[in-house]
């Protein structure tokens, strides 16, 4: 992919301790390295000085690593090849111009699959166990003694069977639970690692007719977009818990907001919302029964430290032309 004496230019989007960069530059001699990340943020503030500077930069850009995209980016940097981003949802930067260009793109998909599925295990627990009940209570000094419920012997259904879906399946099974999932071309008769039943995503109602929790863990696409809405969630127990780790516009939030008004669910964790952050006017705020997070599921104390590990086998891999892990296909948004 690279000639042999060309540099190898990398912008940084996301700010670098000195051991990652130098595991970066450590791969190859020709690799040159730099942080954009105080250029992005001054030109945001409509600094005219950093947005030439960050022209300059992009114009000599083959590869981009981070969270953020500079704003025009395939215009500015003609010569980018590769953009690793170090989230696993890449929605959110399929413009047109990325979507229709040459140039390839690489997520962390994967990475996230522990801390998000303990996450969906944390709430069910929380559900459960009627955390939040208490949690309120305890603010007015209330002693009310509720009775705690199990998980074991509960049915959770699963929409999305990627990583973060699998090892959801994988710690439901472990506390005993009944487990249902959707793929997009799966017979109702097949069976899954993890898995008791198998819908297509077509027969996703006949399937949350049974849960007690439905659990979200699919990207955001065209087809994905407001897939839970008002017939879906009617279709849901009025005992069970929805639980959107995923994105937040999969998810219709007036429809969901009229089911929690009017009791047909017994309540929801929301990792992600269809603006975020949260308007301080939403009416999510007010439900008791509703586990409110700031899009930080997938967050680890290691998060960095990580993506740049996947970064470095995936450089080394460009470097010797070969082909790179974690892929996204641009076109179907994952």
Same mark, same amino acid.
């Given at each position: =992919?690279?000639?042999?004496? #060309?540099?190898?230019? @990398? ?7 000195e051991e990652l960069a130098h595991q970066i530059t450590s791969i190859d001699s020709r690799i040159r390295l730099r942080s954009i ?13 950093? $947005?030439?500077?960050?022209?300059? !930069? ?12 500079? #704003?025009?980016?395939? $215009?500015? %940097? ?7 981003? @170090? *989230? ?12 229709? *260009? ?5 997520? +962390? ?16 627990? =929380? /559900?459960?166990?009627h955390m939040p009940q208490l949690f309120l209570e305890k603010q007015s000094r209330q002693w009310k003694p509720v009775t705690p419920? +199990?998980? $074991? ?8 069977? &990627? ?9 439901? $099974? ?5 487990? =249902? ?10 069976? %899954? ?29 065209? !087809?994905?977009?407001?897939? @839970? ?18 994105? &937040? ?5 007036? %429809?969901?907001?009229?089911?929690? !008004? ?10 992600? /919302?269809?603006?975020e952050p949260l308007p301080v006017d939403s009416r999510l705020w007010g439900f008791p029964n509703v586990i409110l997070s700031p899009?930080?599921?997938?967050? =680890? ?11 470095? !086998? ?21």
């Amino acid at each position: =992919m690279v000639t042999q004496k #060309s540099n190898i230019n @990398i912008l940084a989007t996301v700010p670098l301790k000195e051991e990652l960069a130098h595991q970066i530059t450590s791969i190859d001699s020709r690799i040159r390295l730099r942080s954009i990340v105080d250029l992005m943020t001054a030109e945001q503030s409509g600094n005219e000085d950093a $947005r030439r500077k960050l022209d300059a !930069e992009l114009s000599k850009a083959e590869i981009i690593f981070g969270f953020n995209l500079p #704003s025009d980016l395939i $215009r500015r %940097a003609p010569g980018l090849k590769w953009i690793q981003l @170090i *989230s696993a949802g890449v929605d959110r930067y399929l413009t047109d111009e990325v979507r229709n *260009s040459r140039v390839t793109m690489t997520s +962390v998909r994967g990475m996230h699959a522990v801390t998000i599925s303990e996450f969906v295990l944390c709430e069910m627990l =929380m /559900f459960a166990k009627h955390m939040p009940q208490l949690f309120l209570e305890k603010q007015s000094r209330q002693w009310k003694p509720v009775t705690p419920n +199990v998980l $074991r012997g509960k049915t959770v259904g699963i929409v999305g069977m &990627g990583g973060i879906g699998r090892e959801t399946a994988r710690l439901c $099974r472990a506390f005993g639970m009944k487990v =249902m999932a959707t793929y997009r071309s799966a017979r109702s008769t097949s069976r %899954a690692k993890y898995v008791d039943e198998v819908y297509q995503t077509g027969s996703m109602t006949d399937m949350f007719r049974q849960c007690d929790f439905v659990v979200l863990s699919l990207p955001l696409t065209h !087809e994905t977009k407001g897939m @839970i809405g008002e017939h879906e969630l009617r279709s849901m127990k009025p005992t069970a818990y929805l639980i959107n780790i995923s994105r &937040g516009r999969i998810v219709d939030e007036e %429809a969901l907001v009229r089911a929690l !008004e009017e009791g047909r669910i017994a309540g929801a964790g929301l990792d992600v /919302f269809e603006t975020e952050p949260l308007p301080v006017d939403s009416r999510l705020w007010g439900f008791p029964n509703v586990i409110l997070s700031p899009h930080i599921a997938g967050g =680890m104390d290691d998060y960095i430290e990580q993506s740049t590990d996947i970064f470095f !086998e995936n450089l080394k891999r460009y470097i010797s032309g070969k082909r790179l892990l974690r892929m996204v296909n641009k076109q179907e948004g994952y």
